[in-house]
């Protein structure tokens, strides 16, 4: 009887390893490719693994950098099909070696075209390491494309308990699978992704956050008192169209400053809400040196602004001439309510 293969045991990254990994992370990475440096990284990290299979490290970053290799020759070349098939093997043989760690099996569940492959990588990703967010959101997409939408969901909960959405990238990828779950009946299930990424934009201006939401069906989601289908409607106005704002801003650019203020007071008049209508006027008043009108301004913004939020935002920010030239009470008030809030 043939003896069973020992387990993998990775290497710690030996000298050479560590400096083919910092031409790696120079040149290799998408954001940064260089192509002469990633060539020089790749025949680094090929002779590592060649002297030392147990580097896992390094092995990884081999494959990754082959695949982006690919991807900078002609699209349907024989060159890029081999650096694919290449990167792809590189991980292959890692997942066959059974390596104790997600990141192979991540990698390659990216790269492959077969979704039940995809589905049986990722699986064993997120059993290696039950807190790999990205690993538990393609899982709950793989799940979701099946028509598997419990389990579909169970793995999306945890992602959003490893990784709330931080950025504005990371809220449009959670609205996206809202909104497919809308789209298969599940509303219930839609509106609690979309309450997650109200929660985790509470930092967010009111504007931003509209403009997050902004196209977003509200009303199945009202129909079932979802919470932040009523929070969405109130700011609504906040990211309604401002033609007069665009059309003020050509204007400023031709050179024509009075006619651009007039079409600025024409759109806080149509909607008081937006505060960019009030920020350009007050910057164009001060622009021409008429510190009490951007100060009148902006003491009307203050005036019919209701949310402490927002306020308070647009307090720590206002320019300081603007300031001294509003009414010290308003100043000592909005310096007393927003003294103690957290930005």
């Not at 890692?94 to 790269?111: C, E, H, I, N, T």
């Not at 100060?295 to 209701?306: D, G, L, N």
């Amino acid at each position: 009887m043939p003896a069973l293969p020992s387990p993998y045991v990775p290497a710690a990254p030996s000298a050479a390893a560590l400096e083919a990994l910092r031409l790696f992370q120079a040149g290799c990475l998408s954001e940064t490719y260089d192509d002469a440096l990633c060539g020089q990284a790749v025949r680094q990290l090929e002779a590592v693994v060649r002297d030392d299979p147990r580097q896992l490290d390094a092995r990884l970053a081999l494959a990754e950098a082959v695949w982006n290799q690919a991807f900078r020759q002609p699209d349907g070349s024989a060159e890029r099909a081999r650096l694919r098939q290449r990167s792809l093997a590189l991980y292959q043989q890692l997942v066959d070696q059974g390596v104790q760690d997600p990141r192979p099996y991540y990698g390659l569940s990216g790269l492959t075209r077969d979704p039940d492959t995809r589905l049986r990588l990722l699986r064993r990703a997120v059993a290696l390491e039950p807190k790999h967010p990205d690993a538990h959101k393609d899982l709950a997409w793989s799940l979701l494309e099946r028509g598997q939408v419990d389990e579909a969901m169970r793995e999306y909960r945890l992602h959003l308990s490893l990784h709330p959405a931080r950025e504005r990238a990371d809220a449009f990828e959670d609205l996206r699978f809202a909104k497919k779950l809308g789209e298969l009946g599940h509303v219930r299930e839609a509106a609690e992704v979309y309450d997650a990424v109200w929660d985790a934009t509470r930092d967010e201006s009111r504007a931003q956050r509209c403009q997050i939401f902004k196209t977003v069906d509200l009303d199945p989601y009202e129909r079932i008192g979802a919470r932040f289908a009523q929070r969405v409607r109130e700011i609504r106005a906040a990211c309604a169209d401002t033609p007069r704002l665009e059309h003020a801003q050509e204007l400023e650019r031709q050179g024509q400053d009075d006619a651009a203020v007039q079409e600025l007071e024409r759109q806080i008049q149509e909607n008081p809400v937006p505060v960019e209508p009030y920020l350009e006027l007050e910057r164009l008043h001060q622009k021409q040196g008429r510190m009490a009108e951007a100060a009148a301004v902006m003491t009307r913004y203050f005036q019919q602004e209701k949310n402490p939020a927002e306020r308070c935002r647009h307090f720590r920010t206002l320019s300081p001439g603007t300031a001294r030239a509003m009414d010290p009470g308003l100043i000592n008030e909005l310096d007393r309510a927003c003294r103690t809030r957290q930005p």
